[in-house]
């Protein structure tokens, strides 16, 4: 049983870090501003690195080649982030950014009590961390503009 919830967790947040790779994504079009491009871009970057370490543990602590898929609500955001033009989009990218990683430290603290993995759990409570002083980061940003 303790695996079970160890194995759901990596597939749950990978798919919600896919959510917000396909967000950073969209952010990082020509007209995106310097500020923007590199907060897309750092995020992007980690996000991917942390995704490639939970496709690496469920293989090989699962054997599951799990393939994230994108949830609906993330598909939302990403929209939104697409959709925003000008000035807008950098708000709108951090303000999506806010409400994914809320949503990611809610999973993780839900979570986290359940899992066996010692190595798994250290991994989400530094996610968990670096989402929040995030999330911090950004509203200072959004207060400031």
Do not use: C, W
């Amino acid at each position: 049983m303790a695996h079970g919830a160890d194995q759901q967790f990596l597939r749950m947040l990978s798919d919600h870090h896919l959510g917000m790779i396909d967000m950073a994504h969209a952010a990082l079009r020509p007209d995106a501003s310097a500020g923007l491009r590199a907060k897309a871009e750092e995020i992007h970057r980690k996000q991917h690195e942390e995704a490639r370490q939970m496709a690496a543990m469920l293989e090989r602590d699962f054997g599951d080649r799990y393939e994230p898929q994108v949830t609906p609500d993330n598909q939302r955001m990403v929209e939104r982030v697409r959709q925003a033009q000008g000035t807008a989009a950098e708000r709108t990218f951090y303000e999506a950014t806010i409400a994914h990683h809320e949503e990611g430290v809610r999973m993780m603290g839900e979570r986290l009590p359940h899992l066996a993995n010692p190595e798994l759990r250290r991994m989400a409570e530094r996610m968990r961390d670096d989402q929040q002083r995030e999330v911090g980061e950004l509203r200072q940003t959004l207060a400031a503009a």
